[in-house]
């Protein structure tokens, strides 16, 4: 048997010691690994933003015939790595970056934006523009500038990241599957306030295994298994991000309360709704309504009419008061 990879040659040090050495390490890597989020750390909150991104290479990865040597005796002269990576290439271009990323956020939030501070969370259009995350599928998917969200009033951030996703073989039944890390960070001073990793299956989703053969030419259902997968995935998130020991909410300094729209950032109908409610049209009174002079205490006795000249009807003769 070779020294394994963490042993160096001449390393004279005792099995039992190396190994107590490594699980020290992996218990403390197990501690920081994962970080509960307290009420009161929440409370503490006002502009949350989100941000939802899929590292680089997480694929979709195929790992179903050279994993299963059932699937794999199907093959016939293709090899088992040659069916997978065939496979990973018609699997590619049904769920994209951006969507995957989206779904996981949009879902989350909305299972939890009518509590404070979700309910005062950054717009995601300002976020999406700030991070330049528009063009997901171009850029990078490594971590942004979060810098950028602090003009827009964000002081923390939600983050969540998959970095993995795609099909494999489990115990002979092939399944879709995702995984990945989210947390929570103020934006003034990077403390972490909640961190997690977080993992879901198509099994655990309690859906029907997808036949691998049948997604090389039809690949949709596969789609359709990955969206459940993220929506069972971004309940679980939404339990951790709500806290049960928490006093109500962060009381909102004077002067501040809901997120606004930058007035250099506002779009074309947003611009003219402000300017129809801050200039109103110079008549606002109904056309059944007489105006009131609001100047006056009393009301001014309404001014008669004078007669006709002649009120006499055409066909009566004139008399004459004198003559009787």
Known sequence: ?????????????????????????????????????????????????????????AGPRVDVYRSDSNQAAKLGP?????????????????????????????????????????????????????LETFLVQEVPGGEPDYG?????????????????????????????????????FRLGDGGVLWRSGFSGTSTEAGLQPLDPAALASNPRPFHEQMVAVLDSVSVRLARQLSPTNRAGGAPIPPGTGEL???????????????????????????????????????????KESAPPPDATAPTEVPVDSKKK
């Open 1 to 57: 048997m070779s020294r394994s990879s963490w042993s160096s040659p001449g390393d004279d040090a005792p099995v039992t010691l190396r190994l107590a050495v490594a699980s020290v390490l992996t218990l403390g890597l197990a501690g920081c690994a994962h970080a509960n989020l307290e009420g009161s750390d929440l409370d503490k909150v006002q502009h949350p933003a989100f941000v939802s991104r899929v590292a680089d290479e």
């Open 260 to 302: 606004r729209t930058p007035v250099d950032e506002r779009t074309p109908l947003e611009k003219e709704i402000d300017k129809s409610k801050s200039n109103p049209p110079p008549d606002a009174v109904a056309p059944t309504d007489v105006p009131v002079d609001v100047g006056s205490s009393k009301k001014k006795p309404p």
């Open 78 to 130: 293709t090899s088992p790595a040659d069916a997978d990576k065939k496979l990973e290439e018609s699997l590619k271009p049904v769920l994209s970056r951006f969507e995957a990323a989206e779904r996981l956020r949009s879902h989350v939030h909305a299972a939890i934006q009518t509590e404070k501070p979700w309910s005062q969370a950054v717009p995601p259009s300002q976020v999406a523009s700030a």
């Open 148 to 184: 950028r969200l602090k003009p827009l009033g964000a002081d923390a951030v939600v983050e969540f990241v998959i970095e993995e996703y795609g099909m494999r073989t489990e115990k002979g039944v092939p399944q879709t599957w995702v995984r990945g890390t989210g947390r929570m």
